[in-house]
């Protein structure tokens, strides 16, 4: 798999900027960007306390070909996505389906793949969140750190 998003250390960086439905502002743990770091050291990840749909994505320098998706499951199971849609875009506004994923998690901080197929360059990736594992649907929590590293990619 060819991951082509860089750890990011802001929400604009080298051509990337990090675009997310909301992001807790009181602390930079929570930031967008860290959705997109890849610090083995630190907590942090992106964490959204609106109702859902939630999304998190990334808008690149140039468009790009992706049909893979990676990301972890945060410590706190329960605010892990369960239901999702990978979609792309050139204009940022207008998104298009690429795939609907259902998932599980086995356990706390497990790093997943998904795969869809996309054979279309688009500039803008996002995952758009419709429902999370708590058994109510007002909290999400993706958190990523290390081995918990949101990215997109192009998978032969």
Known sequence: MNLFVPSMTSNIQDGF???????RSQDIKDAKFQAFNDNPVCGCG???DDP??????IKLPSPKVAN???????????????????EGS???????????????FDGNIQKRSFRFNNTQ???CYRIFVTKNHC???????MNVVACKH????FSE
């Open 150 to 153: 949101v990215n997109f990619g």
């Open 46 to 48: 992106w964490c959204s």
């Open 121 to 123: 360059p688009f500039n």
């Open 17 to 23: 900027e990090v675009i997310s439905s909301s992001e």
């Open 90 to 104: 050139n204009d940022g506004k207008t998104f298009m389906t690429l795939s609907i994923q259902s998932t599980s």
């Open 135 to 141: 058994d109510y649907d007002g909290y999400l929590h």
């Open 68 to 86: 893979c998706v990676t990301f972890t499951s945060p410590r706190y199971l329960p605010y892990s996505p369960k239901e999702f849609q990978m």
């Open 52 to 57: 859902p749909p939630h999304f998190i994505g």
